[in-house]
């Protein structure tokens, strides 16, 4: 059995976080959406061979139980009792380490592949509860809509689709830690959103307002480490969008533009001063 399934990258139009729990991770509040920059991930299954082998085209990622992919099949392997092996193999369309959550989204392409192809017959939120233990953006991969993330990341609230606006993706070239940025978050000076008010502009489809209630708390964190990433977001906004910030714990930046036009333009502009710039849309 051969599935192939579109792993898409996701961006946070807003990231906050009010508090960080007892186990010393943060509670996040987040919306998040997908675009459609995708990796591909195709699974095969075995019945005569046991073990888990992942392949990619990328070699910045590594082929075993590191690999989120490997331990989203290894979760449902064990929980299921499946004695096949799985084969997995990674187009990589979505860049590495940054903040675009492609490592959780190919995870979450291998649940959905596997609980079709093993007729596990799992909804999307007994997966999403199920891939937790992987990474706290894989329960939001699973489903790659419009939503609202609280929690660990666990809890997720779909929300009204975004309308397709196009979205215009760059990354420096610099990898961001994640476990580093969130060690250094300094509560007591968070400026938080008001994320609420941005759900319910999208739940009432008021598109426009909705940007006054778009960002990332984060970004004053990792910008003071990486100021590469500030002169990019500034690069961005002088060049005209809706909105312009940073995804993730970074370093990439995004802008998002209703004109098609504007969005090629900001594209073409930024191709000389960045060397990984993405035109896609949200999904």
């Not at 675009?35 to 019945?47: N, S």
Request: charged residues 20%.
């Amino acid at each position: 059995m051969i599935i192939t399934e579109k792993a898409p990258a996701k961006i946070n139009l807003a990231l906050d976080t009010p508090m960080r729990y007892i186990d010393g991770l943060p509670r996040w509040n987040m919306v998040m959406n997908s675009i459609d920059l995708a990796d591909y991930v195709t699974i095969e299954t075995h019945q005569h061979q046991h073990r888990i082998k992942v392949y990619t085209d990328s070699s910045f990622l590594p082929n075993d139980q590191r690999n989120l992919a490997y331990q989203a099949a290894h979760i449902l392997k064990n929980r299921f009792h499946i004695d096949e092996g799985v084969t997995i193999n990674i187009q990589k369309r979505i860049p590495v380490a940054a903040g675009l959550g492609g490592g959780s989204s190919d995870a979450a392409a291998v649940l959905r592949a596997l609980n079709q192809g093993w007729n596990l017959g799992l909804s999307l939120r007994e997966l999403a509860q199920l891939s937790l233990s992987i990474d706290s953006d894989v329960p939001y991969c699973v489903y790659s809509q419009t939503a609202h993330v609280t929690g660990h990341g666990e809890q997720v609230e779909v929300l009204r689709p975004f309308p397709h606006y196009w979205a215009v993706v760059a990354k420096p070239k610099i990898s961001v830690s994640t476990p580093t940025i969130l060690r250094q978050i300094n509560y007591e000076k968070l400026q938080h959103l008001n994320v609420d008010s941005l759900v319910d502009c999208i739940q009432n489809g008021r598109w426009q307002e909705s940007f006054a209630y778009m960002g990332n708390v984060l970004e004053p964190v990792t910008m003071n480490e990486y100021p590469e990433i500030r002169q990019l977001k500034q690069r961005m906004e002088k060049l005209g969008a809706d909105v312009v910030q940073m995804s993730g714990t970074g370093p990439t930046v995004f802008a998002l533009c209703h004109n098609e036009s504007r969005a090629r333009r900001l594209h073409n502009s930024l191709c000389g001063f960045c060397r990984e710039v993405y035109l896609a849309m949200l999904l």
